[in-house]
Nanobody, 124 residues
Framework: VQLQASGGGLVQAGGSLRLSCAAS????????MAWFRQAPGKEREFVAA???????YYADSVKSRFTVSRDNPKNTLYLQMNNLEPEDTAVYYC???????????????????WGQGTLVTVSS
């Protein structure tokens, strides 16, 4: 499976962006898909995930501002980001995994496939 993230850019605080992650392969619908991010000088952190069942999970820092969704026929994962803050500035990565247990959804090591990342910069 190959993942290609896009949609990053420069936005003012309070603005919105939508990230997309296009996946190759016919088993996309069976995967747990997630977004992680990595800010300069910091470790990669979990942002949001959506399981094949449609259940979603969010980091506390983005809950109520970000929405993760997926379009299985289009093999695409999305992250709608609203009310962006300067602290959201990071490279955002999409990731996918076929057999991720519930307790590992927020763990980057659990994911088998990664996109190349897209940069989101939020100015104050």
């Amino acid at each position: 499976v190959q993942l290609q993230a896009s949609g990053g850019g420069l936005v003012q605080a309070g603005g919105s962006l939508r990230l997309s992650c296009a996946a190759s392969g016919r088993t996309f619908s069976r995967y747990t898909m997630a977004w992680f991010r990595q800010a300069p000088g910091k470790e990669r952190e979990f942002v949001a995930a959506i399981r094949y069942s449609g259940h979603t999970y969010y980091a506390d820092s983005v809950k109520s501002r970000f929405t993760v969704s997926r379009d299985n026929p289009k093999n695409t994962l999305y992250l709608q980001m609203n009310n962006l803050e300067p602290e959201d500035t990071a490279v955002y990565y999409c990731a996918g995994g076929a057999s991720i247990i519930l307790t590992s959804v927020q763990t980057s090591r659990a994911y088998d496939y990664w996109g190349q990342g897209t940069l989101v910069t939020v100015s104050s």
